[in-house]
């Protein structure tokens, strides 16, 4: 079969950037093209020197059109503008959209769930394959322990970050609520601080932890009396999110139209 071509849109981006290298290393995946917003300096550079891969003969262009016209599947993690624009454009093309960008409000989301009527769009706002296989083990265990077992979800992040706890936490406790079939607004306990009082039966606690360059740890900790379970995922670099996005993007080649998430991608939801 011949491999799939990949355009990669905001190329010189640090995500776009890790895309590139990550479509270079994967088999079954070929590079079509890398595009950046208008005016932007990389523009007219070799795709593959602006992102330090050595040159690929392909020039950094500014036509989306262009770009869905010569891919199978391109990938957009750029900016919420941006990847609303693409979504309609692939869905004139026909071309399978593998969307990343995150901060999309809920307007641009209807817009991208139109556009998926007629094309295929991947949407996620975690990449990672091991953070979605981490929510559905928590949407897992939590179905399965009762609520003498409280849930606690702790994250660390670089000293940068400025929400807390962090979007992935927020979507781990979501999914422990889901797998407890309580809703999860009514449980959450965040930000204790103080004289507290004991805590709720039922209630899911989250502590946030900031401190050097960690990229992003997250755990889920089950606690019962006399015994825990712990689950853990830790992200050393952007990589994984580019790893996920290079493997949902050979997913997508072929698949009807539709919008689907990383847990069609991993096959949790068939
Ligand atoms: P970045 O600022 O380094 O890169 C964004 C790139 O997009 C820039 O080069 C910019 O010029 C380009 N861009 C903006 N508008 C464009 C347009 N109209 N056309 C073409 N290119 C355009 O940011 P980043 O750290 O790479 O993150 C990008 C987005 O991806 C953010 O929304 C971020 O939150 C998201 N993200 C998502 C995941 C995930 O797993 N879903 C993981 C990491 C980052």
């Not at 091991?130 to 399965?144: D, H």
Request: hydrophobic share 45%.
């Amino acid at each position: 079969m011949s491999d799939v071509e990949m355009g990669v849109i905001g190329c010189a981006g640090r995500m776009g950037q890790a895309l590139l290298r990550e479509i270079q290393q994967t088999e079954g995946a070929a590079l079509a093209g890398g595009i950046e917003r208008a005016g932007h300096q990389a523009i007219g550079q070799d795709v593959g020197a602006q992102a330090g891969l050595g040159a690929l003969g392909l020039e950094v262009g500014d036509d989306v059109g262009a770009l869905m016209e010569a891919s199978d599947v391109v990938l957009d993690f750029t900016a919420p503008e941006a990847t609303v624009r693409a979504a309609a454009i692939a869905a004139e093309t026909g071309t399978a959209l593998i969307a990343g960008t995150t901060g999309i409000e809920a307007e641009g989301e209807a817009l991208i769930t139109a556009a998926a009527e007629r094309t295929v769009i991947v949407r996620a706002a975690n990449f990672s394959v091991g953070v979605n296989l981490l929510l559905q083990l928590t949407r897992q265990v939590a179905a399965v322990l009762d609520p003498d077992f409280d849930i606690e979800v702790v994250e660390m992040h670089h000293r940068h970050k400025v929400d807390a706890p962090s979007g992935t936490a927020l979507a781990l406790g979501i999914a422990a609520a889901e797998g407890r079939q309580v809703d999860h607004d009514e449980v959450a306990e965040r930000g204790r601080d103080g004289i507290t009082g004991a805590r709720a039966r039922g209630a899911i606690g989250y502590a946030a932890l900031r401190g050097g360059n960690v990229a992003g740890e997250h755990s889920v900790i089950f606690a019962a009396d006399n015994e825990r379970i712990e689950l853990t995922h830790k992200a050393g670099d952007r990589a994984i999110f580019a790893r996920g996005g290079v493997r949902a993007a050979l997913w997508a080649h072929g698949k009807p139209a539709g919008r689907y998430s990383m847990m069609d991608v991993l096959g949790f939801t068939e």
